[in-house]
């Protein structure tokens, strides 16, 4: 029974920095990649950031130079340092998780936390 949970989110004026993290209640971190991704309202889903195994990351373009994603295999924890925060940031944020069951493989997705950005 795989849980992901997000924290960190809030209120910040913009050129804030805000710290999310995502912790599982497996060890499905140490195997598989992780992403975070972001929800405006009325607007998709996007990927934010997202990591592998072996540590290489990608940042979608409006984020690059800002977020930084980072994995904490030991402690089954994924985190999003996010600095100079603009208003356009503001979304719920989302951790994606995935694993298997054999040959089948399940998508986790977290309750997601605010980020609310003000100018």
């Known amino acids: 029974q795989v849980q992901l949970v997000e924290s960190g989110g809030g209120l910040v004026q913009a050129g804030g920095s805000l710290r999310l993290s995502c912790a599982a209640s497996?060890?499905?971190?140490?195997?598989?990649?992780v992403g975070w991704y972001r929800q405006a309202p009325g607007k998709q889903r996007e990927l934010v950031a997202d990591i592998t195994t072996t540590g290489s990351t990608n940042y979608a373009d409006s984020v690059k130079g800002r977020f930084t994603i980072s994995r904490d295999n030991a402690k089954n924890t994924v985190y999003l340092a996010m600095n100079s925060l603009q208003p356009e940031d503001t979304a719920v944020y989302y951790c994606?998780?995935?694993?298997?069951?054999?040959?089948?493989?399940?998508?986790?997705w977290g309750q997601g936390t605010q980020v609310t950005v003000s100018s």
């Open positions: 497996g060890s499905i971190f140490m195997f598989n990649p």
């Open positions: 994606r998780g995935e694993g298997a069951s054999g040959s089948v493989r399940h998508i986790y």
